[in-house]
């Protein structure tokens, strides 16, 4: 009996690690290629200059004025969106669970909306918004905000409204408000810091999608990293995929940092234990 | 924010002094009286509150009892101001306040479900409400300390709420909800996700430490038990009202409803007819309750007689016969069967059970304490 057991583990240990090898693989190779295609002389011999280049950011700024340019647009748009994202979201989701519990339903499939619309079709319904919003605040990149806060719904709304689900929002609140509380010291000392990792979790999201996000930019004519790294390939292609890999690098990395944030919560959930 | 610091009038050492005290309450300068006004409000088609009036002298502990869905939990969030009601006024020390919110009421809450901040330790939950007075770092420190150890749990200060039990967090909650030294402490059936015996506990330290802080307090529980051990005043709600109000003692002994009597405690419902001022059961006259028949006039009605008001005596020719006996310790149940099919449940001694066995053939004699009565 115990045999049966231990030989069912064992054949699952080895299916799970067959799994992980061929992801890791599939995932790997292209990111490898990559790296080999920065690093590869056409005579054969290595070479690392292409990345020397790549960290020495006053002369990449004067050599790719433009690739410059769309990292710094992309780096502001992240923090923009990062901010938009948690200033509209977290106190709107709070507010339905307390007060308007009725309009859950209708938040989430509001929230969930962008993810069933191609992107193609989204800049359809975009482009004449844009044509207000160059009118209004003129044509800059970081404009591309408003419409990567709505890109990014479907997956920091899901995040935060887990986080939130962990806690007994309204309980909380109120023993707050009835210790003296406004509703911005409810927000501010007592909901965010109980869905810190939630909160993490939307930001890296958001941080990744903005990174590697190119159709709509591309369509509504706006410059980003992406858009520039596309650019860039005519002239250096050496530097966009070196560009392109370290932009999936970062994003692999927060992503993973991001499992592992969560990780670490739920260790902290299983150490609950009753001390009477 | 309208918060005075008030000095702490006793400091942990008195603590353990607590015990000798007797059970009148003693209102400290700060206790003051509550009165709730004509309240009502309403959830769709249900009358959460309908026209409920309360009134609470400075330093009582008033329990709130009633069925489930009664209205019990909304008057005490009206009273926090965590409720609107649509018509009413909540005056507290004889401010109407019926418009300030939750936040500048100066309330300390418990709530049944468990409320800790979890990502704070218990001294630190229990801060929070200083921090937010402004009073200074050390002395929150000291004064969040103390409260630890007047809810004697001092030895736990550090601890997270997840490493708590339910009661050690209900306790903290509650050195929370005092530490602010709030006008009025409400709680809304704090002990009702603890085990029996952490409940009679823990209810019995409540009562002690509202003597001591004589804060005006509002206990909500459907828990009669629990009510008639706490309070003062018991005031029995139904269907968003009060059906009566009144010492533990009252309300157990002369309900002034056939509601209350049989909500508070168990009630035979026995045939009987009214004359005067006294109603016959079983062919005993019975006292009546004053103002109980008042609306029934004479005639044929349902007394409502305790168990522990019904006698047994073991006797040949009695026209009862013992159905049934439950053990519940010191005093056990029994039910008896009348010729005309009436079931009458006596309490008796556990002592006398073994004369009781099922089928015995006994008399019934009822005690001459005042019944309510109902139209049959
Ligand atoms: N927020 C609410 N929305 C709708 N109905 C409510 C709400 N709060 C209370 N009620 C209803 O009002 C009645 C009284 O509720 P409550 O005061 O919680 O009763 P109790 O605490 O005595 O059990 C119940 O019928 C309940 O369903
Ligand atoms: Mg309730």
Known sequence: MAGVTARRARKQRAFRWIVVIVLGLFFLVPLFAMLMFTIREPDGHYTFETWRQFFDWPQLASTYPDLWTGMRSSGELVLLTVALMLVLLVPTVVWVRLRLPWLRRVIEFICLLPLTIPAIVLVVGLAPVYAWVTYFLGGSPMTLTFAYTVLVLPYAYRAIDAGLSGIDVKTLSEAARSLGSSWGTVMWRVVLPNIRSAVLSASFLTVALVLGEFTIASLLNRTNLQVAVELLGKSSATMSVAVSLAALVLAFILLFALSFAGRRRGQNRRSIRETS | ?376
Not at chain 2, 45 to 63: S, T
Not at chain 2, 179 to 202: G, M, T, W, Y
Request: glycine fraction near 10%; aromatic fraction near 4%.
């Open chain 2, 1 to 376: 924010m309208t918060f005075q610091e008030r000095p702490l009038d006793r400091d942990a050492s008195s603590v353990g002094a607590a015990g000798g005290r007797d059970t009148v309450p003693t209102p400290t300068s700060n206790s003051v009286a509550v009165h709730l006004n004509g309240l009502r409000r309403r959830f769709g088609g249900v009358q959460a509150l309908d026209n409920l009036d309360l009134e609470m002298a400075p330093g009582e502990l008033i329990a709130l009892l009633g069925p489930s869905g009664c209205g019990k939990t909304t008057a005490l969030r009206v009273l926090a101001g965590l409720e609107d009601a649509d018509s009413g006024r909540v005056l507290v020390g004889g401010k109407d306040i019926t418009e300030l919110p939750a936040n500048r009421r100066d309330m300390g809450m418990v709530f049944q479900a468990y409320s800790l901040f979890p990502h704070l330790t218990a001294l630190q939950n229990v801060e929070f409400g200083l921090g937010l007075r402004r009073v200074r770092s050390a002395q929150r420190r000291e004064r969040a300390g103390a409260m630890l150890d007047l809810v004697g749990i001092g030895t736990h200060a550090d601890r997270y709420p997840h490493q708590l039990s339910g009661g050690q967090q209900q306790r903290v909650a509650l050195a929370r909800a005092l530490a602010i030294q709030p006008q009025v402490l409400l709680l809304d059936e704090p002990l009702s996700a603890l085990d029996a015996k952490v409940r009679v506990q823990l209810r019995d330290e409540i009562r002690r430490i509202q003597l001591e802080v004589g804060t005006t307090t509002l206990f909500v529980t459907h828990d009669q038990e629990e009510a008639l051990a706490v309070a003062d005043r018991v005031g029995v709600m139904r269907a968003g009202r009060l059906e009566q109000l009144g010492p533990p003692d009252e309300v157990y002994q002369r309900p002034s409803t056939a509601f209350v009597a049989d909500f508070v405690g168990l009630s035979n419902r026995l045939p009987g007819t009214v004359s005067g001022d006294r109603v016959e059961v079983l062919g005993t006259a019975l006292p009546l309750v004053p103002g109980a028949a008042s609306g029934i006039g004479s005639g044929a009605v349902n007394a409502l007689v305790r168990p522990e008001a019904v006698d047994l005596a073991v006797d040949p020719d009695g026209r009862g016969r013992v159905l049934a006996a439950s053990f519940l310790g010191p005093t056990s149940r029994v039910s008896v069967a009348m010729p005309d099919e009436t079931m009458v449940v006596a309490q008796v001694a556990s002592a006398l059970l073994p004369e009781l066995a099922p089928g015995t053939a006994v008399r019934i004699e009822l005690r001459p304490v005042p019944v309510v009565v109902e139209a049959a």
